[in-house]
């Protein structure tokens, strides 16, 4: 049985092609897998792939919802994502005040 964490650097090796064929796809689903699991770098990596389109259609809404997951959980670098996605009204409301909040 996999883990979260063996998932997500499972993901990590498919979408650098590290030891296998790049395969974002694949990545994306393994995140994913992780993701649902609970894995806040996995919530994130699958914000980023969402962000920019990598192994899935880019999607602002589903970056911001993945980030939000991330986020809640304490990860820095989604809190950073999501405060972002505030700051520029992408794939939520635009808000100032909630960016400076999750951003700092």
């Known amino acids: ?4 964490l063996a998932q997500s650097n499972l ?3 498919y979408g650098n092609g ?3 064929v790049q395969d ?3 990545a994306v689903r393994l995140y ?3 993701a649902e699991g609970g894995h806040a770098e996995a919530q994130n990596a699958v914000g980023l792939c969402y962000s920019k389109g990598i192994g ?3 999607s ?3 970056a911001a919802r993945w980030f ?3 986020a809640n959980q304490g990860n820095t670098e989604a809190q950073y994502n999501l405060g972002v996605c505030y700051e520029l009204g992408n794939g939520v409301a635009r808000d100032n005040a909630t960016a400076i909040r999750w951003c700092r």
């Open 1 to 4: 049985r996999h883990t979260p």
């Open 18 to 20: 590290t030891g296998v």
């Open 11 to 13: 993901g990590m090796f």
């Open 60 to 62: 602002a809404a589903d």
């Open 56 to 58: 899935v259609v880019e």
């Open 68 to 70: 939000g997951k991330a």
């Open 32 to 34: 994913r897998l992780a």
């Open 24 to 26: 974002e796809a694949e």
